[in-house]
């Protein structure tokens, strides 16, 4: 499985970003994607996370601001960050689960500016 992650950027506090998650290769079987993130002198921290059934686990720090979504059909995840804080800035990490096996896909940098 390959992960291509897109949509980082440069956004001003308060703003919103979307970025995408498009899984390739042998998709069948994945059970969770979620999104880490790694800010500058920090360890990787799990973002958000949901299960091909659609249940969902979000980090405390962005409960009501971002929210997790993905398309079987597609093979592809979302996380569509809004009420961007400087302190959300990172590096994000896309992730999936196949059964027992775990894959990540290459970081995409945010940089929220305040």
């Known amino acids: 499985v390959q992960l291509q992650a897109s949509g980082g950027g440069l956004v001003q506090a308060g703003g919103s970003l979307r970025l995408s998650c498009a899984a390739s290769g042998r998709t069948f079987g994945i059970n969770v994607i979620a999104w880490h993130r790694q800010a500058p002198g920090k360890q990787r921290e799990l973002v958000a996370s949901?299960?091909?059934?659609?249940?969902?686990n979000y980090a405390d720090s962005v409960k009501g601001r971002f929210t997790i979504s993905r398309d079987n059909a597609k093979n592809t995840g979302y996380l569509q960050m809004n009420s961007l804080k400087s302190e959300d800035t990172a590096v994000y990490y896309c992730?999936?689960?196949?059964?027992?096996?775990?894959?990540w896909g290459q970081g995409t940098l945010v940089t929220v500016s305040s």
């Open positions: 992730y999936a689960r196949v059964f027992t096996t775990e894959y």
């Open positions: 949901i299960t091909r059934e659609g249940s969902t």
